[in-house]
């Protein structure tokens, strides 16, 4: 089956910065990549996703870029906010299936 | 995001017994899935449902029973509660568009 590795697992940056976090996948039939972000205490809420057939995608200071060759895809946030401090996980989809599995999460801590 | 509700939203219970959880959605979406959430290992699949009387086993499925005798519903029975158990639940459903919406999460804790 699908394996998502992601890393940081925690993260530090001072408001304003740009925050990177990557994830691997290994099979090489995932064609879907949603990321979630989740508040402390709330459910994950998508933020953004990018198929198989694109390269990037940008909405405002969210973008994710997706490197198939390499199977990884990171997702990044420019001019960080103190709302931006959340778990964000990845995940990949499996090309036949329904069946999304995510990675670990990275914990990013905007500091004001 | 109010489409997608589960409850009870916390529950305490004991080694042994068993347990259902409810998960309903109003959007008619085909998909529906139940994941737990434990630190350190982000979200795992336990079962998913591709429609009513379709069910399938995820990657954590041992111990654990699901049903779904109609699209909006789709409960969660663990048979025999262990403290391995003891996790936050997610249930989530989607259509073919890939999005899955989770519901608020269900904090089970068993003793």
């Known amino acids: 089956g699908e394996n998502v590795e992601q890393h940081p697992s925690t993260l530090s940056v001072q408001e304003g910065d740009s925050a990177v976090i990557k994830c691997t996948y290994s099979d090489s039939a995932s064609n879907y990549f949603p990321w979630y972000k989740q508040e402390l205490g709330k459910r994950p809420q998508l933020i953004i996703d990018?198929?198989?057939?694109?390269g990037e995608k940008k909405d405002q200071r969210i973008a994710v870029t997706l490197n198939k060759t390499a199977k990884h895809f990171s997702l990044h946030i420019t001019e960080t906010q103190p709302e931006d401090s959340a778990v964000y996980f990845c995940?990949?989809?499996?090309?036949?299936?329904?069946?999304?599995?995510f990675g670990t999460g990275t914990k990013l801590q905007v500091i004001p | 995001d109010a489409g997608i509700t589960q409850s009870p939203r916390y529950k305490i219970t004991e080694t042994g017994r068993q347990v259902t959880l409810m998960c309903h959605q109003t959007w008619s979406h085909s998909y529906m899935f139940w994941y737990r959430q434990d630190l350190g290992h982000g979200l795992r699949l336990i079962y998913y449902?591709?429609?009513?009387?379709?069910?399938d086993k995820g990657e954590v499925p041992d111990g654990y029973v699901v049903s779904r005798s109609k699209t909006e519903n789709f409960p969660l029975t663990l048979e025999s509660a262990t403290r391995s158990q003891t996790s936050v639940y997610f249930c989530?459903?989607?259509?073919?568009?890939?999005?899955?919406?989770f519901g608020p999460g269900t904090r089970l804790t068993v003793l």
């Open positions: 990018i198929r198989s057939n694109v």
């Open positions: 449902s591709a429609a009513a009387d379709i069910t």
């Open positions: 989530a459903s989607s259509e073919r568009k890939d999005t899955q919406y």
């Open positions: 995940a990949a989809r499996d090309g036949g299936y329904q069946k999304v599995t």
